[in-house]
């Protein structure tokens, strides 16, 4: 899955790569820099999402690589060609735009044909039926986008894109004005279109269910820069920075003291509680570092109930909130040095249920849980989630 | 029961069946003598056309007659100055329109040094009072050696100057309430500038400088105070038919009249008429 590259630049030559290519990439405003020094390598024919909230650089990026911004610095590839300042319509790039801008002169027929006509396709009439076929807009061809609800002038932003073949399709957040349920719904659909026309697909999004559902890599971007890039399940299980760890999915941020770092795993002392990471899910460079470990992770149980961990058992904690959220319940647990962990507990209907103030133990296994370096904000990222 | 009859009776004011109906009509009967109070002398205007007069010195419906309608030149100067005031409407709007669209893009879609003092300078010519401009523009036209040269060419150049403002500001609102997405989109999908001027940009901005257009070409039309101080001895159509108010007034003007009233008429049913097509077309 992780068929990306990493992010230091490579040796290779820039030619020889058929993908798109982002190197050194710098977009300033005035003072402000919206996209910082950014290398990024998006393989051919792969589905790649850019993850981060609002201001974090993404449109940006996308903006760049469809030319509707010039980089201020640095080079953008596609296949080998430095495309870093043509102009938009001599790229071979197209856009589905967050609003979908539709034109709203053009019926359907006509908006889906725009990009053949201005390239004198021969074959204009049937790839805009077929392309219409594909999107299920065949019977609304001939109205005006103003007449079509969303989720359909959704579709034909998608359509007018994707019937140009381009070698990239950038998607600018175009869910985000659907509601949840059709969004769901588009998510897959743009999903299995990707699978059927094998274009590279670029996603920019602040929605990381979205991004994890549609995409097979997320890059996660913060303040201009992508701070970790991999496949979904890679960057969920383990995050290398604060920031990812909170903005994908929620995580607890335990302070803890470097032992050991002997071996197969880290060994941590967490508040007088010694607890193992494996090495490879550590990223802490000091001798202090923030234990993370996600709350559906965290088992919950009395005071000397049989918890399925081989690690230590952390005692001393009192249920101060719970709610119950159908498929699972969550609990927020007060520990002895004060600081609040959050649980999910599957309901299974083998779990006994707490009410606040009971006295629990908490416990994991050391496989899951991931060590950061102290030096990172453990707040950052944490916000936007609860924002979505 | 006996208790709600006799509530609902008295919810009712007692009067005659005629004031209850006017009660309940007052709205459009007012709005009726407000439609006629306007159209009164338009319909003046028009019955006059048909008017067949005794003498030229009482203005008063004397007998029915086509004769104005089959020889509306027959008036002496009359057709001559109505085609200076077309032609000169024609050439007014074409400049005006043209200049003014031009100034209304780069308002709205450039950034140069006194582009906010221009979007202020440009309602200037709307607030002030006409007798002000056609004196100043006398002035300078006296003070730059044209003043032996008055005539054609001056009231052409007057009529585009107040035409501007006007111009200007209907296709200023129609471009900036424009998503400039959709030009964005359109140069992504391989249409170069040009294309996306003409493809794009230029139809939906159309109907402002039509609406601009039709404006320009009524208001240099209909305009009296500035042509009369700038006209030198050219006569324009208002210029004539104050002239010829003072001795009687012949009823080819009328027929003029009637004429400009169809025309505009026809323009706005037309448009109506457009417009409802296109909001069934989107049901």
């Not at chain 1, 053009?106 to 049937?126: C, P, W």
């Not at chain 1, 999915?249 to 494996?278: A, K, Y």
């Not at chain 2, 200049?99 to 607030?127: C, D």
Request: hydrophobic residues 45%.
């Amino acid at each position: 899955m992780s068929q990306v590259a990493e992010q230091e630049p490579t040796t290779a030559d820039a030619e020889s790569y058929d993908g798109l290519r982002l190197r050194n990439v710098t977009k300033s405003f005035g003072a402000f820099k919206a996209v910082d020094d950014l290398d990024l390598d998006v393989p051919s024919g792969s589905f790649i999402a850019l993850l981060g909230p609002s201001g974090c650089g993404k449109t940006t990026t996308l903006r760049m690589v469809a030319g509707l911004e010039t980089p201020t610095a640095g080079s953008i590839t596609l296949g080998g060609q430095d495309i870093t300042y043509a102009k938009p319509y001599q790229r071979p790039v197209n856009t589905v735009f967050q609003s979908y801008a539709l034109f709203p002169h053009l019926d359907i027929y006509e908006n889906v044909a725009f990009g053949l006509r201005r390239r004198k396709s021969k074959e204009v009439d049937t790839a805009v039926r077929d392309m219409l076929e594909l999107v299920e807009l065949t019977s609304q061809a001939r109205k005006k986008p103003a007449q079509l609800s969303g989720g359909q002038q959704q579709r034909v932003a998608l359509a007018r894109a994707l019937i140009n073949k381009p070698e990239v399709l950038l998607l600018d957040e175009p869910l985000g004005a659907l509601d949840l349920k059709l969004r769901r719904s588009m998510q897959l659909e743009i999903k299995r279109i990707q699978t059927e026309v094998g274009l590279t697909f670029v996603h920019v999004t602040h929605d990381q269910e979205e991004a994890m559902t549609m995409a097979d890599t997320v890059a996660v971007m913060n303040a201009g820069v992508v701070e970790q890039m991999g496949a979904p399940a890679d960057l969920y299980e383990n995050p290398q920075s604060t920031f990812v760890a909170n903005f994908l999915g929620q995580s607890n941020l335990i302070e803890g003291t470097i032992q050991n770092r002997g071996g197969d795993v880290v060994t941590v002392d967490m508040h007088g509680i010694g607890v193992s990471v494996p090495t490879e899910r550590c990223h802490a460079d000091s001798d202090k570092g923030w234990v993370g470990i996600r709350p559906e992770k965290v088992l919950i149980g009395a005071p000397g109930e049989e918890l399925d961990a081989p690690g230590n058992t952390i005692p001393g904690g009192v249920v101060t909130d719970v709610s119950f959220v159908g498929v699972s319940t969550q609990y927020l647990v007060r520990m002895p040095w004060g600081q609040e962990l959050s649980v999910f507990q599957q309901n299974t209907g083998r779990h006994t249920s707490f009410v606040p103030g009971d006295k629990v133990e908490l416990s994991w296994r050391p496989e899951y849980a991931f060590l950061l370096d102290f030096s990172q904000d453990a707040s950052a990222g944490a916000q936007k989630v609860d924002a979505e | 029961m006996s208790t709600m009859t006799s509530s609902r009776t008295t919810s009712y004011k007692p009067g005659s069946a005629a004031g209850r109906w006017i009660r309940h009509h007052l709205v459009l009967i007012l709005g009726l003598l407000v439609l006629v109070y306007t159209f009164v002398p338009i319909f003046v205007v028009v019955l006059m056309s048909f008017n067949d007069p005794a003498s030229r010195l009482i203005y008063r419906f004397d007998g029915f007659t086509l004769h104005n309608w089959l020889n509306p030149c027959e008036a002496e100067g009359m057709c001559s100055a109505l085609r200076t005031s077309v032609e000169i409407g024609f050439l007014a709007t074409l400049g005006s329109t043209v200049l003014g669209t031009l100034i209304a893009f780069a308002l709205v879609r450039h950034q140069f040094v006194g582009r906010s003092s221009m979007n202020l300078l440009i309602f200037l010519p709307m607030a002030s009072p006409e007798i002000v401009l056609g004196s100043s523009l006398l002035a300078l036209f006296v003070a730059a050696g044209f003043g032996g040269q008055l005539g054609f060419w001056t009231i052409l150049i007057a009529h585009v100057m107040f035409c501007l403002s006007f111009v200007v500001v209907t296709v200023r609102a129609r471009l900036a309430g424009l998503d400039d997405n959709l030009e964005q989109a359109a140069m992504d999908l391989y249409a170069t500038e040009a294309q996306t001027f003409r493809r794009v940009t230029l139809p939906l901005v159309f109907p402002g400088i039509l609406g601009a257009a039709l404006l320009s070409f009524s208001l240099s039309f209909d305009d009296f105070i500035i042509t009369n101080l700038n006209a030198g001895n050219t006569t324009t159509f208002p210029m004539y038919v104050w002239g010829v108010a003072q001795r009687g007034v012949p009823m080819q003007v009328n027929v003029v009249g009637t004429v400009m009233f169809l025309i505009s008429i026809a323009i706005v049913v037309g448009a109506e008429l457009n417009r409802r097509r296109q909001e069934k077309a989107l049901v």
